[in-house]
Structures are given as structure tokens and as C-alpha cells.
């Protein structure tokens, strides 16, 4: 059996880039070699770590306790299900007697039907039920916050989500993730259609419908079994805006999603475009560069990709077996 490497194709019609040139570079960007303050914008960090569940809960962790000791609202835009994340944060806060009682939480994103309508919190299919069930129930009575300092999405304030952050002066923090069909939750380029930069830089919350990468990826949630059931997963979301994530005062991204063996992940690509790519809207992750944050990436995710150099070494290999074989 000969292999040789003459089939050649171009990217979908969806996707943005075509240069073959360009994508490998892309693919091949060290991501460790660009750990630091090495982007366009210095207030922007790149760092490797072991542990990203950790770091995000210590992250937050640190920012309540911080908001109790001088008595200040901290307002958190968080993403959800991340269980075992809120689990262990409340387990601690617990431990630490540490009052949750100046955190305003925003979510991300929701779930919402085929008819607009948005999961409300009393629903296991709803990530802030999740949360609800994971951080807020876990909390011991005395350091919990006011309910009304939790702001559910409704049918009803789907529009004026981004309203009701900057009522509170803005976001002091946002926590997000890059998703598999290359966006920030359910921020993509189908979901957020734009036509400049500056356009998709200054729109707000909406109703969206996400791209099936983005249901596949969530059918492998626990609140859907792991299963992979696509038809178990809500066909629609609402979610914040980009510019309620450029308006908050951090942002902290959390690149650790990976297979059950702990290698294979989706987001070694999407986060190499987002770091490496054009800083464009038909590039949502790209904004992250703009703000004051930093991309906790995990090893797994960090690691380059494997795939390309196979043919590469098996090639050669056969046709040295070829030459010995006298063929």
C-alpha cells in the first residue's frame, strides 16, 4: 500500500480563512513561547498553568474576599456549568467564613428554546441552575449573598442584559472560554454577525442560535449525560455582549476543555487563532487582546497539535521498507 501526500483541499465555504500558509503558521505558533506580555496591547497576558480550574477559583475567590474586606460590590460576569470549579470555591469560602454578600453575579450565557424563551434557574437544562444547585446552595446561610444580587436571564431582559451591568458601573470581571466553532461561549461570527470591528466591538446582549459545533460540544455536558446527544441541548441562547466583556475592568480567559484520555482537545486550534490570528470580528476570541486580563491555558491545550507531522515521518519510512523490499 503507497501513501503520498498530493491530496490537497481548501477550508469550508464558513470559514473565514483560506491561506494555506497562514493556517500552518497558526497551527504551529508556540504557545509557550509566547507566555508573557507579547501581544499589541500590554495589559494583555499569556500564561501556561497545570491547574486552570484552580486558578479561576482562587481568581475569584481572592476578588469576594477582597469586595468584603473594604465592603465593595464586586460585579462578576460568570460562565456556568463549571460544577466542580463553584464547588470547590464554596467549600473554601465556607471553610474561610467569607461573605459572599457584595458579589453580584451576570451570567455568560442561557439556554432558551426553539421559541425564544430563556431557561429560567428552577430548570436542570439551565446554567444558572447549575450554578444555583453548585455555589449558591452550597454556601453556608450566613455569608451568601442577596438573591436579587443574582441577575437570572429572562424572556423578558434579553435585550437589556447589558443595561443592567452597566447600571452597576460595568463588569469588574468576566470570566469566559473559547468554544469549539472558534467563539467566546456562544459570541461567534454567525450568532454576532458584523461587518467591521468597531461593529461587533460595540454590540450587546442577545437571542442567538449556536452553532452546532457549539451544541455538540455542550451535548457532552453532565446535564446532558455525556452523552453526546445533540438532540438533548436547548437550539437556542441568549448571551452578554462583546461589549460587555471589553467594558469590564478584567478579563480572564480559560482555555482547559480536553477529552476524557486528557490530551485530545478542540480548543488547541480556535485559541491559536485567537492569540495568533487577525485581531477581526469574523475572529471573535481576538478581542480578548484588547483588554486588561489574562489566558490561563492548560498543558493539554498548549501542546502542539500532532496530527501534521505522521504522514511526514511515515512517508519516508515506507519507502525505505519499499527499497529494501526491491519494489
Known amino acids: 500500500m503507497a501513501f503520498y501526500s498530493s491530496f490537497k483541499f481548501a477550508p469550508g465555504e464558513w470559514f473565514p480563512y483560506k491561506d494555506q500558509a497562514f493556517l500552518d503558521a497558526i497551527v504551529n505558533e508556540d504557545v509557550y513561547a509566547r507566555q508573557g506580555k507579547n501581544f499589541e496591547n500590554p495589559d494583555f497576558e499569556l500564561k501556561v498553568v497545570f491547574d486552570v480550574h484552580n486558578y479561576f477559583a482562587i481568581d475569584l475567590m481572592q476578588r469576594i474576599r477582597l469586595a468584603n474586606l473594604k465592603n465593595e460590590k464586586l460585579v462578576a460576569i460568570l460562565p456556568s456549568p463549571e460544577n466542580s470549579t463553584y ?50 446552595d452550597r454556601l453556608e446561610d450566613e455569608i451568601k449573598m442577596p438573591i436579587e444580587n443574582i441577575h437570572f436571564w429572562t424572556s423578558d431582559n434579553i435585550e437589556t442584559y447589558s443595561d443592567e451591568i452597566a447600571k452597576l458601573g460595568g463588569a469588574d470581571v468576566c470570566y469566559t472560554y473559547i468554544s469549539w466553532a472558534g467563539g467566546i461561549g456562544v459570541i461567534d461570527v454567525e450568532s454576532f454577525p458584523a461587518k467591521s470591528l468597531e461593529e461587533f466591538k460595540n454590540m450587546s446582549s442577545r437571542l442567538v442560535t449556536p452553532a452546532l459545533e457549539t451544541i455538540a460540544q455542550d451535548s457532552l455536558r453532565g446535564m446532558f449525560g455525556f452523552g453526546g446527544d445533540v438532540s438533548n441541548v436547548p437550539p437556542k441562547a441568549v448571551s452578554v455582549g462583546p461589549k460587555d466583556l471589553l467594558l469590564a475592568k478584567e478579563w480572564i480567559d480559560l482555555e482547559y476543555l480536553v477529552g476524557c484520555a486528557g490530551t485530545g482537545t478542540h480548543q488547541k486550534f480556535p485559541l491559536r487563532l485567537a492569540l495568533f490570528g487577525p485581531l477581526s470580528h469574523q475572529n471573535p476570541p481576538s ?38 523490499e526491491g519494489k
Open 287 to 324: 478581542i480578548m487582546r484588547l483588554a486588561k486580563g489574562t489566558c490561563y491555558v492548560c498543558p493539554e491545550v498548549a501542546a502542539m497539535p500532532q496530527s501534521a507531522p505522521d504522514f511526514t515521518d511515515l512517508i519516508p519510512a515506507l519507502e525505505e521498507i519499499a527499497k529494501k
Open 87 to 136: 464547588i470547590s470555591l464554596a467549600c473554601a469560602l465556607n471553610r474561610l467564613k467569607i461573605s459572599c454578600k457584595n458579589l453580584h453575579v451576570f451570567f455568560l450565557n442561557e439556554y432558551a428554546n426553539e421559541k425564544g424563551e430563556v431557561a429560567p434557574w428552577q430548570s436542570p437544562y439551565s446554567k444558572s441552575g447549575q450554578f444555583m444547585k453548585n455555589f449558591y
